[in-house]
């Protein structure tokens, strides 16, 4: 039977390096202009990430006060809106200081979260028509098709593929793809 022996590593890496014209160093390594910068054909100017930096942190600033005006809408303890956004606090009295942490940090998790609640937030207002009432119910209420938990259950977690799970379930009964 063939059995299969891998080259010692010095032969190995001394073809690696013939192949790569013997850049073994990183004085050989030819200078690669970055994508998107002048001496690549390109105007780059490094204030137009910063401000695409900013934009997103305000967009997300902005998203955050909506859930916090839905949660509080929704009745949902500070607890609660601090699990929406996959974080624990200690006290309640913590939440503004996480809020205003959040508020300064660029994240695709924080931003995930915001479409995934404010998704959940959509659909609850189509299917109740806009009642409270009945989109704290539906909230409170163990579901089926989510193990048997509520969505307030799921919400605790703090885990974002169960806000996913939610949106899924909502998508399903109102008959959305988005």
Same mark, same amino acid.
């Given at each position: 039977?063939?059995?299969?022996?891998? %080259?010692?590593?010095?032969?190995?890496? &001394?073809?690696? @390096? +013939?192949?790569?014209?013997?850049?073994?160093?990183?004085?050989?390594?030819?200078?690669?202009? /970055?994508? =998107?910068? &002048?001496?690549?054909?390109?105007?780059?100017? %490094?204030?137009?990430?910063?401000?695409? /930096?900013?934009?997103?942190?305000?967009?997300?600033?902005? =998203?955050?006060?909506?859930?916090?005006?839905?949660?509080?809408?929704?009745?949902?303890?500070?607890?609660?809106?601090?699990? @929406?956004? =996959?974080?624990?606090?200690?006290?309640?009295?913590?939440? %503004?200081? $996480?809020?205003?942490?959040?508020? +300064?940090?660029? +994240?695709?998790?924080?931003?995930?979260?915001?479409?995934?609640?404010?998704?959940?937030?959509?659909?609850?207002?189509?299917?109740?028509?806009?009642?409270?009432?009945?989109?704290?119910?539906? $909230?409170?209420? /163990?579901?089926?098709?989510? =193990?048997?938990?509520? %969505?307030?259950?799921?919400?605790?977690?703090?885990?974002?593929?169960? $806000?996913?799970?939610?949106?899924?379930?909502?998508?399903?009964?109102?008959?959305?793809?988005?």
């Amino acid at each position: 039977m063939f059995r299969f022996q891998p %080259p010692p590593f010095d032969k190995l890496r &001394a073809s690696c @390096l +013939s192949k790569h014209h013997d850049y073994d160093n990183v004085e050989k390594i030819p200078h690669m202009p /970055k994508k =998107g910068s &002048a001496e690549a054909g390109g105007t780059h100017n %490094p204030r137009q990430k910063l401000d695409k /930096k900013d934009e997103r942190i305000a967009d997300q600033k902005e =998203g955050i006060e909506i859930i916090q005006k839905m949660a509080a809408e929704w009745g949902l303890s500070p607890s609660d809106t601090a699990a @929406l956004f =996959g974080c624990p606090i200690e006290t309640n009295e913590a939440l %503004p200081a $996480l809020i205003e942490k959040l508020h +300064s940090i660029d +994240s695709q998790d924080i931003s995930d979260r915001i479409g995934f609640i404010i998704d959940i937030q959509s659909s609850l207002e189509s299917i109740s028509g806009g009642d409270i009432g009945v989109q704290r119910r539906w $909230l409170s209420a /163990k579901q089926k098709h989510l =193990g048997n938990k509520s %969505p307030l259950e799921l919400f605790r977690s703090r885990h974002q593929h169960e $806000l996913a799970q939610i949106v899924g379930l909502l998508r399903e009964i109102t008959g959305s793809s988005e």
